[in-house]
């Protein structure tokens, strides 16, 4: 398959992305974490604080505070047994899964992703580890300081000396390939924006500033890592640091002309560490391996910024609703994080006033994150939006909305009732969008960014859809409402309703948002 055709299946046709006859094999499934054999390890305190208000800002930290931040990342938080009923149309049968769950939503709760850190603190060995999530640890994979060579694989923007930490997120295809096939791809970009905006809220409620890299020499960064990037491969690099201003403005620090990954892999030898997923028959995954490998950058040069345009262009003679004006909006992050579930179909009925609907739109949007796309803090809002359907919402008639941030205010795109018209629009109906009365979208550019940043245009827009998405699940939870991500939606349908296919925009993501039952489930929290 082509890769333009590839692309265009994945968000428009998906069920052409995927053999007609494809069937998961459960018993040989990857586990949901990588495990490493024969490293150094660290062990990371389990004394984790169970409170996370935004607090001052960090002058230094140590492995101790760096064990709480990748916890509330993407460490074990729970242990579900879950009952699933399979009707074989004589007799329903019960089957069970037990699963691990982390803070963050994951399709399938099949977490792709894994985390690395490049560490310099004082209590421990300077180097690059593993983030063992199964065992709440660091596996040293490869020790030394590696300043200069990361700082020119992310084109010298940043001034790693004053970082005490690197993160790197890597998307591990076969974690989720192995139920999904192609699809996968796109669960894999949202899953990854997903992690990256946990970190963002964790690192800001902890006092640390992060900077999210998408740009870099991919070759030489999963060539320290000890990667082979035809099995999984770094989609985002976020230093941490105490000092704000880590970051370079075009007019502080020199730009690295011709600097390639294939000079920069030969300055370190080679790391081939021993790993186990578990599956003892992996199936091969070419359009993904093709995409990925094509998403890729040799050279500093194509690392670009992209240029800041209002995302969304509002019809004058549309109907306006001005949201009331909201203060803003506090919660302890650790109790929302433990509190957050997807409802699925355990949402009922209920009303939203206007008050909560302008707390949701405006704290979703109320944050700002540095990223090597701008110049400056800010601009997800320049590429992402939101657009959503509203039944029962106080002060609002049903129909079709736009939000407009600048105004903060609500833009009519259609009156009516569109349950039907969505619910009829699900590929796997496991949500009754009758029962929401919120139904949102997350709405980007229709040609993915591919532009500016060729095929790596679109897991970049998929990982900035999904730090959005997590923002707006943790403020729905604060303000006692679920939200349940879903991509088994039409997305055409969608485009035509809001009229954003000639604009050239589309939805990304579909997000119902309401209130919700408590489940009855047998589960076991890793905390206290």
């Not at 699963?99 to 300077?126: C, H, I, W």
Request: aromatic share 12%; with cysteine; hydrophobic share 40%.
């Amino acid at each position: 398959m082509e890769l333009e055709t590839f692309v265009h299946h994945l968000h428009f046709n998906t069920e052409k992305v995927a053999p007609p006859d494809w069937q998961v094999d459960w018993e040989d499934a990857p586990l949901p974490f990588k495990l490493y054999r024969d490293l150094p390890e660290i062990p990371l305190s389990a004394d984790v604080p169970l409170t996370l208000a935004k607090g001052k800002v960090q002058t230094e930290l140590g492995l101790k505070e760096l064990g709480h931040f990748l916890w509330y990342v993407y460490g074990i938080s729970q242990y579900a047994h879950t009952a699933l009923i399979e009707d074989n149309k004589k007799t329903a049968d019960m089957s069970y899964a037990q699963l691990f769950r982390r803070f963050v939503p994951s399709g399938g709760a099949l977490y792709p992703n894994e985390l690395y850190v490049y560490v310099k603190l004082k209590d421990a060995p300077v180097g690059i580890y593993h983030y063992d999530a199964a065992h709440h640890r660091l596996l040293l994979l490869r020790e030394g300081n590696y300043d200069s060579y990361l700082s020119r694989s992310l084109g010298n923007s940043y001034d790693l000396s004053e970082s005490f930490c690197t993160v790197f997120v890597t998307t591990f295809f076969w974690k989720n390939f192995y139920k999904y096939n192609n699809f996968s791809y796109r669960l894999q970009g949202l899953d990854a924006g997903v992690l990256i905006g946990q970190a963002l809220e964790v690192a800001n409620a902890m006092g640390v500033s992060p900077q999210v890299c998408y740009q870099f020499l991919d070759k030489s960064i999963n060539h320290l890592l000890g990667l082979s990037d035809q099995d999984e491969s770094v989609y985002a690099v976020i230093p941490l640091s105490v000092n704000p201003n880590i970051y370079r403005a075009d007019n502080q620090y020199t730009k690295l002309e011709g600097v390639s990954a294939t000079e920069l892999c030969r300055e370190v030898p080679l790391l081939e560490p021993f790993s186990d997923n578990r599956s003892k028959r992996v199936i091969d995954y070419p359009s993904i391996r093709k995409l990925n490998g094509a998403s890729m950058f040799e050279t500093t040069e194509s690392i670009v910024k992209i240029k800041k345009e209002s995302n969304v262009k509002h019809s004058l003679d549309s109907e306006i609703i001005f949201l009331p004006f909201a203060e803003h909006f506090s919660y302890d992050l650790a109790s929302i994080f433990r509190e957050r579930h997807s409802p699925d179909l355990d949402f009922i009925i209920g009303s939203v006033s206007l008050l909560q609907l302008s707390v949701l739109l405006k704290e979703t949007f109320s944050f700002s994150y540095h990223s090597d796309l701008d110049d400056r803090q800010g601009g997800i809002e320049n590429r992402v939006s939101l657009n959503g359907c509203f039944y029962n919402v106080e002060g609002v008639p049903n129909g079709a909305y736009a939000y407009d941030k600048s105004a903060h205010a609500l833009r009519r795109i259609a009156r009516g009732d569109f349950r039907e018209y969505l619910q009829n629009g699900l590929t796997m109906p496991n949500v009754n969008l009758f029962q929401v009365p919120l139904v949102l979208h997350v709405i980007g550019d229709r040609e993915h960014l591919k532009k500016e940043l060729g095929y790596r245009g679109y897991r970049i827009q998929q990982m900035e859809a999904g730090i959005l998405l997590q923002r707006l699940l943790l403020v729905s939870c604060a303000l006692g409402m679920g939200g349940h991500p879903l991509l088994g939606f039409d997305v055409n349908p969608c485009d035509e309703l809001y009229g954003i296919d000639s604009k050239e925009k589309t939805s990304l993501i579909q997000i119902p948002v309401g209130p919700y039952r408590p489940r009855a489930w047998l589960k076991g929290r890793l905390h206290t």
